[in-house]
């Protein structure tokens, strides 16, 4: 198997490059070229007021990740996101700071102001990866995103890597494009990304689903397992997100569960009050982006009091998982929470996509 990032062996142990690192999603602004039709801020409403972050509102939420981060003894990693975070006017000024302090750092955002000469200049100050997104193939992408995304996003994938950064493709995948994975991973691997990923669609309210039925869903993992192993060769690392691989990889024999291993320690699954946070324009925190789970405000509250303090132990509670906690890859898997509170209002309830039938 070519690269997977989730160990399919004897161990789910974090390698040594990423251990210490505590990840920070910093959504600087709101302001965006699209309107994604799965998309967090626009789903619901195309005319709400953009937020942003004031240039001193992003360096006193930096000071309070590294100070929080100094008192766990971890290293921070930030992504820097949006909207797309290179509109905002104070994005080169941001990341000019993040350079001078030695912070690691990659950007989540849309194609349409890539070029040769901006891509090397993220790369000057440091920018290790910037994240794209390719939600179908040329026709089912642009519908979701915007007429011409497809071709831009194709086109910027050589723009970054010419400049020495990784570039990293992820897609949101429910039922409306799932039949299109398989030629989706052919086209990245065709055109040589360095990072291949995707996560389901999170329904956002008002009866919205996946789309997809747990059996419709392996059969989606299955498909995308096999168009792996015939990239095998291939300079694409496959990054397994979704936990329900775990799931489809304990059922083929891939992944066992090691020996000796403590009954009572996570070893992998949902990160969620683990080792990331979200922090919105407007300082909110967020336990997950992928859902409501407000836990403190980055502006007015110590970040080290956020994570550690009650409201994100809600998001910990491993023994109220409805169904995770009775099977026996709770310490490895629990899905995706996320979906599940987007279908049911409730963070432990079973993962909608989830196959595996309990005794």
């Known amino acids: 198997m070519n690269k997977p990032s989730r160990d ?24 965006c070229d699209q309107r ?3 998309c967090y801020i626009f789903a619901e409403n195309n005319d709400v007021e953009i937020r942003r972050m004031s240039f001193d509102q992003i360096i006193e939420t930096m000071n309070n990740c590294m100070d929080m981060c100094r008192k766990l003894n971890r290293d921070p990693y930030f992504y ?52 794209l997104s390719i939600d179908g193939m040329r026709e089912t992408h642009d ?5 011409g995304s497809f071709d831009a996003t194709i086109e910027k994938i050589k723009d970054i890597k010419s400049a020495g950064m990784d570039c990293a493709i992820m897609t949101t995948v429910s039922g409306s494009n799932a039949k299109e994975m398989p030629d989706i991973i052919d086209t ?33 993992l299955d498909a995308c397992w096999k168009r792996f192993e015939a990239h095998e060769e291939s300079e694409t690392w496959f990054d397994l997100k979704d936990h329900l691989w775990t799931l489809y990889l304990f059922e083929k024999g891939i992944f066992r569960i090691p020996d000796g291993l403590e009954d009572d320690v996570i070893y992998d699954g949902c990160n969620c009050g683990n080792c990331h946070l979200t922090i919105l324009p407007d300082g909110n925190v967020y336990a997950c982006r992928r859902m409501e789970s407000p836990v403190g405000n980055a502006f007015t509250e110590s970040l080290y009091d956020i994570f550690t303090g009650d409201r994100m132990d809600g998001y910990r509670m491993y023994s109220d998982f409805k169904k995770c906690s009775k099977c026996e890859l709770l310490r490895f898997c629990r899905g995706c929470p996320a979906v599940a509170f987007g279908g049911t209002g409730d963070f432990y309830s079973a993962d909608p996509q989830c196959w595996k039938v309990l005794p």
Not at 8 to 27: C, M, R, V, W, Y
Not at 84 to 100: A, G, M, N
Not at 194 to 216: A, H, M, Q
């Open 8 to 31: 399919t062996g004897a161990s789910f142990a974090p390698n040594d490059e990423t251990k210490d690192l505590f990840a920070f999603q910093i959504h600087i602004t709101e302001e």
């Open 36 to 38: 994604c039709e799965h």
């Open 80 to 131: 820097i996101t949006g909207g797309d975070p290179i509109l905002h006017r104070d994005f080169w000024k941001f990341l000019e700071v993040l350079s001078e302090n030695n912070i690691r750092f990659s950007i989540m955002g849309n194609p349409f102001h890539l070029n040769g000469e901006v891509c090397r200049r993220l790369s000057d100050l440091g920018c290790e990866k910037y994240q």
């Open 143 to 147: 519908s979701i995103r915007k007429k």
């Open 188 to 220: 990245v691997v065709k055109n040589h990304a360095d990072i291949f990923s995707f996560s389901r669609y999170c329904p956002t309210g008002n009866g919205k689903s996946v789309g997809l039925t747990p059996e419709e869903y392996r059969e989606v």
